[in-house]
């Protein structure tokens, strides 16, 4: 079935042959999960690949998370996904109100999927700093995600993955904590006068959660895990520009007219 929580006003689907091709992987392959390509979309009509695409191109037709745990750094959003219904009702789990709703849904699909396809073509357009979107909103409210996470991992302790895979979701986890703390314009979608905890947090969440043996991971990205494990937040808050300022000259790279 088609997901029934996509509901941008877009249509999602961008070209008509698109959901017979879906409709054709699903009777081929009879995913619990099918996990389709995007793009974004920004106010200027540009468009931008979605990250980590290369993701959608495992080797076997479908999969588990143990087998390709690198595939949970896909977008937490049930938009992104076609999923089958028995699977879903047989999760018994609800899908809650508020921001970062995703989060914890996307996983227990993703750890309790004994099928998970990949479909890399764009399906979906998501359009990028939307007027009221939350991905635009700074507000208090961004800290729900540390609940969701928590939400996460508390079904981590009870299924007890490969120890590949909680690694993958704990490196997700503090990625995701990053990228809300740095995303969007005018400061971020923290207010300032809550940056501090919502660090304070992120620290406390590492500590917390760091699978034994955990390593990090190369480049920037582990530095900012390393500042992150320290709590070494003045440092975190002179570096984040930089690194921001990186991060849209290479999305500026990639988007096409």
Same mark, same amino acid.
């Given at each position: @079935?088609?997901?029934?929580?996509?509901?941008?006003?877009?249509?999602? *689907?961008? =070209? !008509?042959?698109? !959901?017979?091709?879906i409709t054709?992987?699903?009777?081929?392959d009879?995913?619990?999960?099918?996990?389709?390509?995007?793009v974004d =979309?920004?106010p200027?009509?540009r /468009?931008?690949?979605?990250p980590?695409?290369?993701?959608?191109?495992?080797?076997?037709?479908?999969?588990t998370?143990?087998?390709?745990?690198q595939v #949970?750094?896909r /977008? @937490?959003?049930?938009?992104?996904k076609?999923?089958?219904r +028995?699977? =879903?009702?047989?999760?018994?789990l609800?899908?809650?109100?508020g &921001?970062? $709703?995703?989060?914890?849904?996307t996983?227990?699909m993703?750890?309790?999927?004994e099928?998970?396809?990949a479909?890399p073509?764009?399906?979906?357009?998501?359009r990028?700093?939307?007027?009221?979107?939350? @991905?635009? /909103?700074?507000?208090?409210?961004?800290?729900? #995600?540390? +609940?969701? %996470?928590e939400k996460?991992?508390?079904? =981590?302790?009870?299924?007890?993955?490969p120890?590949?895979?909680?690694?993958?979701?704990?490196?997700?986890? &503090?990625?995701? %904590?990053t990228?809300?703390l740095?995303?969007?314009?005018?400061?971020?979608l923290? !207010?300032?006068?809550?940056?501090?905890?919502? *660090?304070?947090?992120m620290?406390?969440?590492? &500590?917390?959660?760091?699978? !034994?043996?955990?390593?990090?991971?190369?480049?920037?990205r582990? &530095?900012? *895990?390393?500042?992150? $494990?320290?709590?070494? %937040?003045?440092?975190?808050?002179?570096?984040?520009?930089?690194? $921001?300022l990186?991060?849209?000259?290479?999305?500026?790279s990639t988007?096409?007219?």
């Amino acid at each position: @079935m088609l997901d029934p929580f996509a509901v941008d006003p877009i249509p999602p *689907f961008l =070209l !008509p042959e698109l !959901p017979l091709a879906i409709t054709a992987r699903l009777e081929r392959d009879r995913p619990d999960l099918l996990l389709i390509d995007y793009v974004d =979309l920004f106010p200027d009509g540009r /468009t931008a690949p979605s990250p980590g695409r290369a993701l959608l191109s495992p080797r076997q037709p479908t999969f588990t998370l143990a087998e390709h745990p690198q595939v #949970i750094h896909r /977008t @937490m959003t049930s938009w992104s996904k076609v999923i089958r219904r +028995d699977f =879903l009702d047989g999760l018994k789990l609800p899908f809650p109100a508020g &921001i970062h $709703e995703d989060v914890a849904l996307t996983c227990a699909m993703l750890l309790g999927a004994e099928r998970i396809g990949a479909l890399p073509r764009v399906c979906y357009q998501y359009r990028r700093d939307r007027p009221g979107s939350f @991905m635009t /909103t700074p507000s208090r409210g961004q800290l729900s #995600i540390f +609940d969701s %996470y928590e939400k996460v991992f508390g079904l =981590l302790d009870e299924r007890e993955p490969p120890p590949p895979v909680r690694a993958a979701v704990f490196e997700r986890a &503090i990625w995701h %904590y990053t990228t809300v703390l740095q995303a969007g314009r005018r400061g971020g979608l923290v !207010p300032r006068q809550q940056r501090r905890e919502f *660090f304070a947090r992120m620290h406390a969440d590492f &500590i917390r959660f760091r699978p !034994p043996g955990y390593r990090h991971p190369p480049g920037p990205r582990g &530095i900012k *895990f390393r500042l992150v $494990e320290r709590n070494a %937040y003045w440092t975190y808050t002179v570096l984040e520009p930089i690194n $921001e300022l990186r991060v849209l000259l290479t999305r500026a790279s990639t988007r096409t007219p």
